[in-house]
């Protein structure tokens, strides 16, 4: 089984920064596309950032410019620095990882983390 786990989730005013981590532990042998999405209340589940093994990225355009999505494939793990924040940003974030372990490929979800941008 995997696991991914999100952390660095806040209250930040406007303007502010934070920086999300999310680490893959279990069976892994290898993992693919990893990225972030976002999920405001009464709001459907959107794209963020995604991040391949080697190093592409693709971003959502409300967050191009403020938003670099990063990746340490030593460690399992990705990263979602967050700059100019918006109130517009607040909403619960979630990893996912496409990762090949003991059987196929499977997609897996973290619990997600809140982000809140208020004053």
């Known amino acids: 089984q995997v696991q991914l786990v999100e952390s660095g989730g806040g209250l930040v005013q406007p303007g502010g920064s934070l920086r999300l981590s999310c680490v893959a532990s279990?069976?892994?042998?290898?993992?693919?596309?990893m990225g972030w999405y976002r999920q405001a209340p009464g709001k459907q589940r959107e794209l963020v950032a995604t991040t391949t093994s080697g190093g592409s990225t693709n971003y959502a355009d409300s967050v191009k410019g403020r938003f670099t999505i990063s990746r340490d494939n030593a460690k399992n793990t990705v990263y979602l620095q967050m700059n100019s924040l918006k109130p517009e940003d607040t909403a619960v974030y979630y990893c996912?990882?496409?990762?090949?372990?003991?059987?196929?490929?499977?997609?897996?979800w973290g619990q997600g983390t809140q982000v809140t941008v208020s004053s």
């Open positions: 996912r990882a496409n990762v090949l372990g003991l059987g196929p490929i499977t997609t897996y």
């Open positions: 279990g069976n892994i042998f290898s993992i693919g596309v």
